[in-house]
């Protein structure tokens, strides 16, 4: 069961908070101040998008007077990535879903349907880029993963070995997700921790 802190939950790629509504009733229901994004189909990098995501964790923050956690299902998962990166002290965890941070170009089999949305090719970008996203943020992140995620390959989806980061393979498809109960078993597992004793996840 939760503690009642705060949870912001981010969509996939092309996906609206109408994908994550099972997992946000879910953890609703496990006593969690859960939150959908609020900002209509993820994209990508259009517009003000990091600044208004930014922006709702702030609000978030400042409404319970507590860290936030944030999980991100695909490229919510390396958005929630990059806004705990910005924002430490606002964030208690990340928690991503099949999100491809170590290589979002290469490991991701729908990169063109990305370039044709944003209107950038991703590929084109600096490898200091590449290099940015694929270091953990300085919080405790979890990444889930499936070798069956028909997507996104699993080796760009998992974190670097630290103290603060772990990676947990389940069975199911990337579009699978956010509707295994694997996955929202090893969720809660993470919110559940107490935010000064995070440790990885007992197998």
Not at 30 to 38: D, E, L, M, N, S
Not at 57 to 83: C, F, H, M, N, T
Not at 113 to 140: H, Q, S
Not at 189 to 200: F, H, K, N, V
Request: proline share 8%; with cysteine; aromatic share 10%.
């Amino acid at each position: 069961s939760g503690d009642g802190h705060p949870v912001l939950v981010l969509p996939g790629f092309t996906a609206s908070d109408v994908s994550t509504a099972p997992m946000r009733q879910f953890l609703r229901r496990k006593g969690y101040a859960v939150h959908p994004w609020r900002l209509g189909r993820n994209l990508g990098p259009i517009g003000d998008i990091e600044p208004q995501i930014h922006g709702r964790l702030q609000d978030l923050a400042e409404e319970y007077g507590e860290k936030v956690s944030i999980i991100g299902w695909s490229l919510g998962g390396i958005y929630a990535r990059e806004v705990a990166r910005a924002f430490p002290d606002l964030t208690r965890q990340v928690i991503t879903l099949g999100s491809p941070f170590g290589g979002a170009a290469q490991g991701c089999n729908v990169v063109w349907a990305y370039d044709a949305l944003t209107g950038e090719k991703i590929r084109e970008r600096p490898n200091t880029f590449f290099r940015m996203i694929k270091e953990p943020p300085p919080v405790p992140s979890t990444a889930i993963y499936s070798k069956s995620d028909g997507i996104a390959a699993w080796q760009t989806c998992i974190e670097m070995e630290s103290n603060w980061t772990d990676n947990i393979e389940v069975v199911g498809s990337h579009c699978g997700l956010g509707f295994n109960p694997v996955v929202y078993y090893a969720i809660a597992d993470r919110l559940a921790l107490p935010e000064e004793e995070w440790c990885p996840f007992d197998r």
